[in-house]
């Protein structure tokens, strides 16, 4: 099994910078993809930033410019550098991984338990 634990949430004004972490461990095998995904109240989940074992990422267009992914793949861990930050960020945030356990036969999707970020006006 894998786990996620993510760390960094918080309350900042607006134009203010946070900085999410989220640290994998367990039995890891291999991790794939790495990202971070947003939930709002009454909103669906969506895609924040991914990061991919290569080193390619992608980003929501909405934080292009003000978010960066980032990754140290030897602690297994992947950060989210939250720069002017806007109210309409306020979101629960999770951290994701594509990753196969040791015990294991395939790669399986990983969530954190989600990490509140509020964006205050």
């Known amino acids: 099994q894998v786990q996620l634990v993510e760390s960094g949430g918080g309350l900042v004004q607006a134009g203010g910078s946070l900085r999410l972490s989220c640290a994998a461990s367990g039995s890891i095998f291999r991790i794939n993809d790495m990202a971070w995904y947003r939930q709002a109240p009454g909103k669906q989940r969506e895609l924040v930033a991914r990061l991919t074992s290569g080193g390619s990422t992608n980003y929501l267009d909405s934080v292009k410019g003000r978010f960066t992914i980032s990754r140290d793949n030897a602690k297994n861990t992947v950060y989210l550098q939250m720069n002017s930050l806007k109210p309409e960020d306020t979101a629960v945030y999770y951290c994701?991984?594509?990753?196969?356990?040791?015990?294991?036969?395939?790669?399986?999707?990983?969530w954190g338990q989600g990490t509140q970020v509020t964006v205050s006006s």
């Open positions: 994701y991984t594509h990753a196969i356990a040791n015990a294991d036969s395939r790669f399986r999707d990983y």
